[in-house]
């Protein structure tokens, strides 16, 4: 496993990342010295998965209030860095009631143990054999440490549930092919990269037995917001009985959010796509709940109809 | 419109392709001197589309026979090239009767025919202001001029029925990003490139009203293989009421094949989607018939069952 201050640090004076948008060719860290340059880690990928950015925006915070700068200031250029993870704002308004450099390495610890949670239930779920599909990087890179997602499958596997696991590329970024590819092989768990395109067939020809991803905001319904794909998959799993397991922490929960219409979705350069042609670049898209065979937190597993269970789950 | 002549012919002593792998960055020529040569650039992919793999396996014939090299010899490297594509048996299976050079010409000329006629019918399916999505490459380069979806596209455009294109990338080729969207770009028709795993939110959104795709083999109950990717747009498709129209000729019907499942599915080098993690590289799938609203051949519109209409439709 990938240490958390590896992934993300307070470090002196700077929030100090493992570069996302480099690996697995280079480990390169990037550091930032005012949450502007924090803010910009997190607009420009260098980190990203919803646990970790509102890690990251919480360190933004502790740095701001060691250099005596100004927090509202802070708070407004960090909340604006990404649209759609809602962990950012919790995050952020957490850090509003004690800006400490404490605080934020607590809320990074916790989130790295609500991870060992969400594994501990999610594992509950499956059964030996189960080759598994994933789509994008819920791992620890997405999280701070462990993993949603990937924190599942690797209790799974240590607990010889695990068989195999699909991972979708994930164009247009590659967090599949790029950031699990690397977290699995590093945990020595047998899988393959796969088009995004070929998940289809593969569940036709019975080679599927769940879905796991992460979530970037789970709606007060059920209705959950994930890099964009997602919600394909969910169309196609549900036409092969195939369950999907979304996991992610109750910081990811937005009860403020009725439904997933009330979700806003990120467009992202076209150039991500192509330099050369016209193009449309959607970086989530929101699986409705009636898709979804179960959402996993740190409390528990929900299961529809997931307003009430959610409502209680979220802590205030 | 690609003048055919310009995607493959035979010169002289030479098949000539336009190298589809450097398109659209480089348009550079490959010129093949025996049959051969034809069918590594059948298998490397420098020609790919079913009906164009099969005009260019005539063409290989007629070198051979030009040449007087052994035309047994010459079938069996053609026939063994690439799987999937029943064009390319069917093309082998009529140069048979006839070698020469007139008659590879003849396949040829037909082959964009038959685009023309699939395109007129096609365009009947189709009501003002459609908004299409597509995936891979059914275009003039596939066909071996104007092609079969991509032909739909523009007898559609040309009538004022059409209103936008979505192209799915592609991956792991990227023939929509690469090909399809230069064709379309060079027909002026307003298009926008994505990520394949976007289709599914489009198609939410209400921004599909319809996918149209080519065929590498249509098994005599309506079964279809295409490009790797087209069957999950067919199981979306159907869970939003969106229709699918498989647009391909009479000569990618294959009769002795009774479903899907007898068709062989090509696998590709794992490094076309990573060199450094394990992959599987499926290229093509295949959509059960009960997903296809429509397959449009040059003779006519077929729909459910497939089986009659199918069988009526192939010529002796």
């Known amino acids: 496993m990938l240490e958390p201050e590896r992934i993300l640090r307070l470090e002196g004076d700077a929030v100090v990342f493992l570069d996302q948008r480099r690996l697995p060719l280079e480990e390169i860290e990037v550091r930032c010295r005012d949450a502007g340059e924090v803010a910009v880690a997190i607009r420009t990928m260098v980190v990203r998965g919803a646990p970790a950015i509102g890690v990251a925006a919480a360190y933004g915070i502790a740095l701001a209030a060691s250099r005596g700068d100004d927090l509202a200031a802070a708070d407004t250029v960090l909340r604006a860095s990404r649209p759609t993870a809602v962990n ?60 949603s997602a990937v924190g599942a ?94 996991i992610a922490p109750t910081t990811t929960v937005d009860l403020g959010t009725p439904s997933g219409d009330a979700i806003p979705i990120e467009e992202r350069d076209p150039a991500e796509i192509t330099s050369r042609f016209a193009a449309r670049n959607p970086a989530f898209d929101v699986t409705p709940a009636g898709l979804i065979a179960a959402i996993v937190t740190e409390e528990r597993v929900h299961r529809a109809p997931f307003s009430a269970t959610l409502a209680g789950a979220v802590t205030a």
């Open 153 to 246: 499958l690797l209790t799974a596997w240590e607990r010889g549930l695990l068989q195999h696991v699909w991972v979708d590329e994930t164009r247009p970024l590659l967090q599949g092919a790029r950031l699990t590819a690397w977290e699995l092989e590093t945990a020595a768990i047998p899988h393959a990269v796969i088009a995004d395109s070929a998940a289809g067939s593969l569940m036709a020809a019975g080679e599927v037995d769940c879905v796991i991803t992460g979530a970037d905001r789970i709606a007060a319904n059920g209705d959950t917001a994930n890099k964009i794909g997602t919600y394909s998959l969910a169309v196609l799993a549900h036409h092969h009985a195939v369950p999907l397991y979304i």
């Open 88 to 147: 950012l704002a919790w995050a952020l308004d957490e850090m509003r009631e004690d800006p400490s450099t404490e605080h934020a390495r607590r809320i990074h610890a916790d989130e790295v143990d609500r991870c060992r949670r969400m594994a501990a239930h999610a594992a509950e779920l499956l059964s030996p054999g189960t080759r598994a599909l994933t789509h994008c990087n819920a791992g620890g890179l997405a999280t701070g440490g462990y993993g």
